[in-house]
């Protein structure tokens, strides 16, 4: 039974850091290309970051390099997002989604939000 069930969202300041969880159940996450997405209202789900599979390597949306971070602890089987230097643009949903040559599962999202 695949979930993928997201936490570490709240309220944070300009500036701030925030670390997002991804915690999931049914698959393996070291098996599967991960990603984080957002989503603010009114605007169009974007990706952020994903770790794949393979090497593990990260890949970054431009906006985001140098300020967020994604990482995968394979006994824990979760995956994070750490998000540094936080700024009101960055206020969104955030999704986990996961990914095989099959499949693709989404999260339910956790709510991000950057207010002074």
């Known amino acids: 039974q695949v979930q993928l069930v997201e936490s570490g969202g709240g309220l944070v300041q300009p500036g701030g850091s925030l670390r997002l969880s991804c915690a999931a159940s049914?698959?393996?996450?070291?098996?599967?290309?991960m990603s984080w997405f957002r989503q603010a209202p009114g605007n169009e789900r974007e990706w952020v970051a994903s770790?794949?599979?393979?090497?593990?390597?990260?890949n970054y949306a431009d906006s985001m390099k140098g300020r967020f971070t994604i990482s995968r602890d394979s006994a824990k089987n979760t995956v994070y997002l750490q998000m540094n230097s936080l700024k009101p643009e960055d206020m969104a949903v955030y999704y986990c989604?996961?990914?095989?040559?099959?499949?693709?599962?989404w999260g339910q999202g956790t709510q991000v939000t950057v207010s002074s």
């Open positions: 989604k996961a990914r095989s040559h099959r499949y693709e599962y």
């Open positions: 049914g698959f393996t996450v070291s098996t599967y290309t």
């Open positions: 770790v794949t599979n393979a090497a593990g390597s990260t």
